[in-house]
C-alpha cells in the first residue's frame, strides 16, 4: 500500500507539529543539514528509490548534487538559508550556482531545486516522485 504525500509527512513528524531531524541512520555524510534529512525522511516513506548523496556529476569541475539520480540525470539541491541570507542567496554563492546549474543543464540534467518551505509543506517530493515517474524509475 502507497502512503499519500499528507501520510508520508505526517511520518516524519513528533507530537506537536515539529519534524524530526535525526531520523535518517545511513553511511550519509556527517555534515548532513537538517533540510537533507528531512528530505531523505520523505523520499523513505514514499517508499520512492533512494538517491546517491553528494553525487559529482561534472567530468572536470568538483560539483556535487545533494542528491541524484544518475542513471536518469535527475538531481535535487536543497537550498538552505533562503531566509537568512544564506550563500545561495548573496551576489556570489548566487552566481556560483547559475554556473553550476547550467553546466548541468547542458550535460542533460535535470535539476530540481528546493527551499525548507517547499520541503516541509510536501511540494518538494511531489516534485520528486513526478520527475521520477516520467522518467521510468517508479
Do not use: Q
Not at 91 to 102: A, F, H, L, P, V
Not at 121 to 132: F, Y
Amino acid at each position: 500500500m502507497r502512503l499519500s504525500v499528507r501520510d508520508a509527512l505526517a511520518l516524519t513528524a513528533k507530537k506537536g507539529g515539529k519534524r524530526k531531524r535525526d531520523t535518517v541512520t545511513s553511511k550519509a555524510k556527517p555534515s548532513r543539514s537538517a533540510l537533507e534529512v528531512e528530505m531523505i525522511n520523505h523520499i523513505r516513506a514514499l517508499k520512492l528509490p533512494m538517491p546517491v548523496e553528494e553525487f559529482r556529476f561534472h567530468p572536470e569541475r568538483k560539483w556535487r548534487f545533494d542528491f541524484a539520480y544518475p542513471n536518469h540525470k535527475v538531481a535535487i539541491e536543497v537550498e538552505g538559508g533562503t531566509w537568512s541570507g544564506g550563500r545561495h542567496t548573496r551576489g556570489s554563492g548566487y552566481e556560483k550556482d547559475c554556473e553550476k546549474y547550467n553546466a548541468a543543464s547542458l550535460l542533460g540534467w535535470s535539476v530540481y531545486r528546493f527551499t525548507s518551505t517547499m520541503i516541509k509543506r510536501g511540494e518538494a517530493i511531489n516534485t520528486i516522485e513526478k520527475s521520477l515517474k516520467e522518467v521510468g524509475h517508479v
